[in-house]
């Protein structure tokens, strides 16, 4: 019995849903998103409820019920609402700027790193030590930050480096003196 597999899914106004076999397409406010859905599961639409409907009791057919249920809901409220992810970058000499819809970070390295923003994706650079990734596509939304924050990792003797909003890093103490 899956708790969150079978919850149905009512589609709100605005957001227009097209299931097509295992393809499903969701258009809103915010733009369209397509996904195909594992062949196991079956998604019934009636009236303004979606479904999602798994053949049998497997173990890997459970674990795919909820999933697709939750990538439907995802898409259905990227459309809607979108998604946004929080940088901070924190260091001396360390910031972002917005070049177009390229992202231009000064990191310590020898040259400024910079990213081009994916298809669907915009960055967002309220001040100099802040990015925030904005989209429609939960998935994309989150690897794209990811990626940003792989460019310098938070290190944890000082907390320089590119973190989550609301990551918390924990601080270690440095190298202890001789007596």
């Known amino acids: 019995m899956s708790r969150i597999g079978n919850k149905p899914i009512t589609v709100p106004e605005g957001v227009e849903v097209k299931v097509d076999?295992?393809?499903?397409?969701?258009?809103?406010p915010k733009g369209t998103l397509a996904r195909e859905i594992h062949k196991n599961m079956k998604v019934n639409l009636e009236g303004n409820v979606l479904t999602v409907v798994r053949p049998d009791?497997?173990?890997?057919?459970?674990s795919l019920h909820g999933l697709t249920r939750t990538l439907i809901n995802n898409m259905i409220e990227g459309t809607l609402h979108?998604?946004?992810?929080?940088?901070?970058?924190?260091?001396?000499?360390?910031?972002?700027?917005?070049?177009?819809?390229?992202?231009?970070?000064?990191?310590?390295?020898?040259?400024?790193?910079?990213?081009e923003a994916?298809?669907?994706?915009?960055?967002?650079?309220?001040?100099?030590?802040?990015?925030?990734?904005?989209?429609?596509?939960?998935?994309?939304v989150g690897q794209t930050a990811a990626v940003i924050r792989t460019k310098r990792p938070p290190e944890v003797y000082r907390?320089?480096?590119i973190k989550y909003a609301e990551e918390v890093i924990r601080r270690k103490e440095g190298k202890a003196g001789k007596k």
């Open 21 to 28: 076999g295992q393809n499903i397409t969701v258009k809103g």
């Open 159 to 161: 907390g320089k480096g």
């Open 118 to 140: 994916p298809e669907g994706i915009t960055f967002d650079v309220p001040s100099a030590n802040e990015i925030i990734v904005k989209g429609m596509d939960k998935e994309l």
């Open 57 to 62: 009791d497997e173990p890997s057919n459970k």
């Open 82 to 115: 979108g998604y946004e992810r929080k940088l901070e970058v924190n260091g001396v000499g360390y910031r972002a700027q917005k070049q177009g819809n390229k992202l231009v970070l000064t990191l310590g390295y020898s040259h400024p790193v910079e990213m």
